[in-house]
T-cell receptor
Framework: ETGVTQTPRHLVMGMTNKKSLKCEQH?????MYWYKQSAKKPLELMFV???????ENNSVPSRFSPECPNSSHLFLHLHTLQPEDSALYLC?????????????FGPGTRLTVT | GQNIDQPTEMTATEGAIVQINCTYQ??????LFWYQQHAGEAPTFLSY??LDGLEEKGRFSSFLSRSKGYSYLLLKELQMKDSASYLC??????????WGAGTKLIIKP
């Protein structure tokens, strides 16, 4: 238990569906992250929020839309996804952004796009 | 471009020692992290190096050579529970983490 929870743990959706992934951290951290993890590939950073402000958007397609209503919650809204978007989506948080702050990860949402 | 290289898979015997290497090329450097990820679970933080040398933490140690762009994770007295993927990540000058694809470590009895 890392103090970062994600729901749902598994999600199967069609290409025309709209769904949302939720992340909550109970660590009092100020930075939150969304990553995509595909088999045998490096973690891909998608979005970073620091004190609720988006600081990074690594050329992520617009079919992925993040939302950070407060420093404890992070959402990833999904719509009209493609089969290649099937992956494990990990949320992480850290005390701050940058420097030596390690990141604490949630268990991930396994997403399958059919 | 920025890149992290680490072996895809390694096999070791219970009770033995294993060294997992990582080389990095980044735009600037602000530290190197090692994470452990068991199958189906979240990555968990193992170590952080920003200065040259060896950092020891129980059975796990991590080494950094900034001049060589090289790090390794040393695991001693291997246990079956150490079977996992080990992720190397370097922080660049913009404080972004550049991740390796991970090394899957298989421990055999």
């Amino acid at each position: 238990e890392t103090g970062v929870t994600q729901t749902p743990r598994h999600l199967v959706m069609g290409m025309t569906n709209k769904k949302s992934l939720k992340c909550e951290q109970h660590l009092g951290h100020n930075a939150m992250y969304w990553y995509k993890q595909s088999a045998k590939k490096p973690l891909e950073l998608m979005f970073v929020y620091n004190f609720k402000e988006q600081t990074e958007n690594n050329s992520v397609p617009s079919r992925f839309s993040p939302e950070c209503p407060n420093s404890s919650h992070l959402f990833l809204h999904l719509h009209t996804l493609q089969p290649e978007d099937s992956a494990l989506y990990l949320c992480a948080s850290s005390q701050g952004y940058g420097d030596s702050y390690e990141q604490y990860f949630g268990p991930g949402t396994r997403l399958t796009v059919t | 471009g920025q890149n992290i290289d680490q072996p895809t898979e390694m096999t070791a015997t219970e009770g033995a020692i294993v060294q997992i290497n990582c080389t990095y090329q980044t735009s600037g450097f602000n530290g190197l992290f090692w994470y452990q990820q068991h199958a189906g679970e979240a990555p968990t933080f193992l170590s952080y190096n920003v200065l040259d040398g060896l950092e020891e933490k129980g059975r796990f140690s991590s080494f950094l050579s900034r001049s060589k762009g090289y790090s390794y994770l040393l695991l001693k007295e291997l246990q079956m529970k150490d079977s996992a993927s080990y992720l190397c990540a370097a922080r660049d000058s913009n404080y972004q983490l550049i991740w390796g694809a991970g090394t899957k470590l298989i421990i055999k009895p």
